[in-house]
């Protein structure tokens, strides 16, 4: 026999969880497109440990950190025009206390520096249960809580087990330098295919020295922080796998302070500022076209994630800004610690030269393509590409070895 009531409750949750939804997608301005220019595109910093620290990480150009739900920290963001990423006072597991997380939501829920809720972070590797997770999630919406939740992963395989249970999925992958470059956009990759176009997806950043954390890999020697050029190629490699916002680990979290590193520090200010300015492409609608690729030397066409050294991501600008004009654009990261020279066939007939953004130099379009260089770890952006014809599948003249 059927029961309705039953029936009835599951549809309301399911309401709810739509509701959740759309709340986040508004926060994001839109997650599976493209955004509007005004549209707030997180970029978070971890480990942000006083009021005055808030400072130091807004001068930087961060938007977003985490941080206590309490008067003293939100308030101090919400003068600076931080939003921060805050703990309902519990975290989703065994241990999660009902009754904190209600005082919290109950008292934070609309403070308009509150972004979202910190469900849990890394619950894969700390082996606590998807249905913990969700139940926790679900709690926070039956207290009515209208700020999006969020939950951090740490394999991207696991993302099909956990990508319902929160409304904001953040994916971290620290790999250097002991595992490959290329390991980091596997994962965010793996993350977005498990939780769709529409839903926002974070990609967390690796900004300190696993030498700081000598019992998380014990076996590991010759450990170093990501470099400036590593850095942006992982920053860029997000923006190809479609993530919808940056955090980066961490400001100060005990163990490692990133303005005690220089270098580091320096590296990953470059880094906020190229995003900041360069912002229209990070919003940028993604365009799929059936590509063409070629190296120069084949036997470094793959990568150690045994994926494309380097693919090309086709990116659609309609709201620029002075640094990013409307318009299609051409986004390239080399993943190997090694230099290639790649080519790349346009997805429109095209003729003439092709700006590369920021370089302040061109490329010659040759029977429509593109050949340039790539340093290990480097960034390319071709464009804007001339509107000379309208996008079409054309037929590339064939030379040597193609890989899609």
Known sequence: MRDDTKDGSRIQCAIK???????????????GCHTTRNAFYPLGIYSVPTT????????????????????????????????????PQTSAGPDFNASLARQAVRRWDAHPALWAWYLIDEPDLNRVPPADVLNAHRFLKNLGARKPTAL?????????????????LMIDRYPIPW???????????????????????????????????????????????????????????????????????????????????????????????????RLPLFQAEHIW???????KDPRTRFNAALESSVSPTLLRVRRGNEFVPVGDYVRAVNTPPSTQVYRFYLPQPLSGTIPVLGEERSRQ????????????????????????????????????????
């Open 289 to 295: 076209w059936p590509y063409l690729h070629q190296f």
């Open 152 to 168: 951090v992963l740490y394999q991207g395989y696991r993302a099909l087990d956990y990508a319902r249970h929160s409304d904001i």
């Open 179 to 277: 595992l490959p470059l290329a390991n980091f956009p596997q994962h965010v990759r793996m993350a977005r295919l498990a939780v769709g176009q529409e839903k926002p997806l974070i990609a967390v950043l690796q900004a300190f020295d696993w030498t700081a954390y000598p019992d998380l890999l014990p076996e590991e020697k010759n450990l170093r922080p990501p470099t400036s050029a590593e850095l942006r190629a992982m920053t860029y490699c997000a923006l190809a796998q479609r993530a919808n916002g940056l955090f980066f680990y961490c400001l100060n979290d005990g163990k490692w302070n990133v303005t005690e590193h220089p270098d580091t520090w320096e590296a990953l200010k470059q880094v906020v500022a190229e995003v900041n300015r």
């Open 52 to 87: 005055n620290d808030l400072a130091t990480v807004r001068k930087a150009g961060f938007n977003l950190v985490t941080g206590p739900a309490s008067a003293p920290f939100l308030n101090a963001a919400r003068a600076l025009g931080l939003r921060v990423l805050a703990s």
């Open 365 to 404: 379009i040759e029977d429509n393509w593109i050949e340039d260089e790539f340093e290990p770890f480097a960034v390319h952006v071709y464009g804007p590409l001339p509107q000379e014809h309208k996008p079409q599948r054309s037929t590339p003249a064939k030379r040597g070895n193609q890989r899609r």
């Open 17 to 31: 969880e739509l509701g959740m939804l759309f709340m986040a997608l508004l926060l994001f301005g839109s997650a």
